[in-house]
């Protein structure tokens, strides 16, 4: 079935650092791709998407392009602050009720 | 933009006894909201979808039974955890969606921290 593989966490990065965090795909057809954040406490916000191949999703400073080839759509950012930290979620919309799978998550820890 | 309410935010509860989470949509018409669960520094895992006005459709091992989804108007719909027990202890989210002709459409509620004791 469909599914979505995050690297694992936790990633802790000082300040202004580069940000990747890796997600590759499985799914039949032409998923559309998603990256969602998530605060302490909080719900799920939407960071960014793509909807086909080569599309370049991108919000906030973040970065991610929908790779057919390699299926993937790694999230990246030049350069990270302390109010980044949060958990990042990659999915996929799939099914026929455009249900999302999402993967694992990636918690960012980043420090001053 | 589009706001879902999901309440209550927490609650804590005797084992054995059942549980209500609703799930609202403020200012759009949800014609199908998903019910996720995540554990402790886990994903969210898709329990269930429900579409307004009928049953709801369960991915493989959830218990229907034990945990009762409505969706009985187009802003809300309900998960409700039946004889709760300890292991049932997770975070609840939903999410909606709105006129399927919008293709980005997913909106999540907050989240409800149950607890079981």
């Known amino acids: 079935g469909d599914s979505v593989t995050q690297m694992e966490g936790p990633v802790t990065l000082s300040e202004e650092a580069f940000l990747t965090i890796n997600c590759t795909y499985t799914a039949t057809g032409y998923p559309s791709l998603f990256w969602y954040v998530q605060y302490p406490g909080e719900g799920l916000q939407l960071l960014l998407k793509a909807t086909k191949a080569d599309d370049k999703g991108s919000n906030k400073g973040f970065e991610a392009t929908y790779r057919k080839e390699t299926t993937s759509f790694h999230l990246e950012k030049g350069s990270v602050q302390v109010s980044d930290s949060a958990v990042y979620f990659c999915a996929l919309r799939a099914g026929g009720y455009n249900k999302l799978i999402f993967g694992a998550g990636t918690r960012l820890a980043v420090h001053p | ?117």
């Open chain 2, 1 to 117: 933009g589009a706001v879902v309410s999901q309440h209550p935010s927490w609650v804590i509860c005797k084992s054995g006894t059942s549980v209500k989470i609703e799930c609202r949509s403020l200012d759009f018409q949800a014609t199908t909201m998903f019910w996720y669960r995540q554990f402790p520094k886990q994903s969210l895992m898709l329990m269930a979808t429900s579409n307004e006005g009928s049953k709801a459709t369960y991915e493989q091992g959830v218990e229907k039974d034990k945990f009762l989804i409505n969706h009985a108007s187009l802003t809300l719909s309900t998960l409700t955890v039946t004889s709760a027990h300890p292991e049932d202890s997770s975070f609840y989210i939903c999410s909606a969606r709105d006129n399927p002709t919008r293709n980005y459409g997913y909106t999540f509620g907050s989240g409800t921290r149950l607890t079981v004791v």
